[in-house]
């Protein structure tokens, strides 16, 4: 029986070792430098796919704090998003800050989960009520809603708001609110919002919680948040 050599055998695990060590540098490298993010998530939610135009938002939402699921293995992408979630989504970016003033509204309770988020809120110009007084706290926000309050959230910020995107190119354009023109310019033109199609804008539809993850995603990349 042929006797194995040590010196070689100490010789192959060294050039073992040398390669994995040279590989782990590589891969800490691209990890620190971010050329190459490797996988790190460990999605949650069943109903958001790989693949999905919405997965990388619905991370991102997620991965800041900025929106739970509906459940604890559901996101629910393609159900609609209340006036109360999306003031306290914003809350929450802006860091739950305290608010000087009250919101005198007689639907909102500031015990309520979104108390404190509307009363902050109005507080700075974000949201205002109804002329009955009301807030409406429950009610689907539609898409040139989502927009305007995105808009004055981004000034209270005071972040540049100076784009203006063209609203000609969609056949609805003329479906916009006129508060809400300013608000969708330069939603469309900073790339904050998508049309739902080539040619349509949807600014009465409502805004989905996908759309709301994708708008907030695009919202802090355009002002690096």
């Known amino acids: 029986m042929r006797k194995k050599n040590p010196a070689r055998l100490a010789l192959a695990l060294l050039a073992v070792l040398l390669v994995l060590g040279i590989v782990g540098s590589k891969l800490a490298a691209q990890a620190e430098d ?3 993010e490797p996988e790190i998530w460990i999605n949650p939610y069943s109903d958001v796919r790989r693949g999905a135009w919405y997965y990388d938002a619905v991370r991102f939402v997620t991965d800041a704090g900025l929106m739970n699921g509906t459940a604890t293995t559901r996101f629910s992408p393609d159900e609609t998003t209340s006036r109360a979630m999306v003031v ?84 609805d354009a003329d479906l916009v609110s006129g508060y809400a023109r300013p608000a969708l310019g330069w939603a469309c033109g900073s790339g904050v919002m998508q049309g739902t199609s080539a040619t349509t804008l949807g600014p009465a539809a409502s805004a989905t919680r996908a759309q709301v993850a994708a708008m907030l995603m695009r919202f802090c990349d355009t002002y690096d948040l």
């Open 34 to 36: 971010g050329s190459q």
């Open 88 to 171: 306290t989504i914003l809350w929450r970016q802006a860091g739950s800050p305290s608010a000087s003033r009250e919101a005198r509204f007689s639907d909102v309770e500031l015990s309520e989960w979104y108390g404190d988020a509307v009363r902050w809120a109005v507080s700075n110009g974000i949201v205002t009520g109804h002329e009955d007084g009301t807030f409406a706290p429950e009610d689907t926000i539609t898409r040139e809603q989502m927009a305007a309050i995105l808009y004055r959230y981004a000034q209270a910020q005071g972040l540049p708001c100076s784009e203006n995107g063209s609203l000609d190119g969609y056949t």
